[in-house]
């Protein structure tokens, strides 16, 4: 199962910032969700809300902000306590910081079209200079901005987010020729996995932040989950892969032929 953290890692640190990125990467996640709305001067920036009123100390739309200006915000209101102020990064600051990541979900906020179409340029030149073809997926539910996506770059891969069972969220996503479906876990079923997967699109599902439900999810054979804890989930998940245990090399049991021992787990 791959472990996105959510929003950088929500439930464990400061939503989209880079301590909260810097946090779950420390502790081996390598994918991330996190999302995008336009600064004043013309940048994709990590924040979730169209204003920093909720996240920050300050009031106004993330459009009436340049870039600088938002690093230099305190953008731990309303989250996770931490010792440090730490501000709104742009989505080249997280870049640079950790060019070694393994996957972006990078979903765009529904904002008005002018803004879109200036978001959607920067994202598509960010990919192209960058050659993120196979570690970015541009996930928004706004299906215009997805088919714009598209328009300008085939080969760059989409996602629809989705947690509405009508109109069917396959077919949409398969219209729109997405690479990704992510989709609400609640409505998520075995059917709409396996339909998504006969059209080729890895199925994610958010936000899910009980081990119980990721297990169920996983049964269904959803690709990857997107939760609030992904340090917490991410280790789970590896010591459930080497719980088999395995006795030293060269180490006997004298009582090795007795069929009735039962086999030992951890």
């Known amino acids: 199962m791959i472990v996105y953290g959510h929003r950088g890692a929500k439930g464990e640190a400061p939503e989209n910032t880079l301590a909260g990125f810097t946090h779950a990467y420390r502790h081996g996640v390598r994918h991330f969700e996190l999302d995008l709305v336009l600064s004043k001067d013309g940048k994709p920036v990590i924040v979730h809300d169209l204003t920093v009123d909720r996240t920050t100390g300050h009031q106004g739309s993330v459009g009436s902000y340049t870039t600088e200006e938002l690093a230099g915000m305190d953008a731990r209101r309303n989250g996770k306590p931490w010792p440090k102020a730490i501000g709104i990064p742009s989505l080249e600051a997280l870049l640079n910081e950790y060019p070694d990541f393994e996957h972006l979900q990078l ?15 920067r994202l598509i030149e960010v990919i192209q200079r960058r050659d993120l073809y196979q570690r970015v997926a541009i996930t928004s539910s706004d299906q215009w901005f997805l088919q714009q996506a598209r328009r300008r770059d085939k080969s760059v891969r989409i996602g629809l987010v989705t947690d509405r069972k009508f109109p069917k969220p396959v077919n949409v996503a398969a219209r729109l020729h997405c690479d990704f479906l992510c989709i609400g876990w609640r409505i998520c079923t075995q059917a709409i996995v396996e339909d998504a997967h006969r059209r080729g699109m890895h199925v994610s599902t958010w936000t899910v932040n009980r081990i119980h439900d990721m297990l169920k999810l996983e049964a269904k054979g959803v690709d990857s989950i997107i939760t609030d804890y992904p340090t917490s ?3 789970y998940f590896d010591n459930r892969s080497k719980s088999a245990l395995h006795l030293p090399t060269g180490q006997s049991r004298t009582d090795s032929t007795r069929s009735e021992d039962p086999v030992q787990t951890v």
């Open 107 to 121: 979903e765009v906020k529904k904002d008005n079209r002018q803004r879109l179409n200036v978001l959607c340029n």
């Open 233 to 235: 989930t991410h280790m």
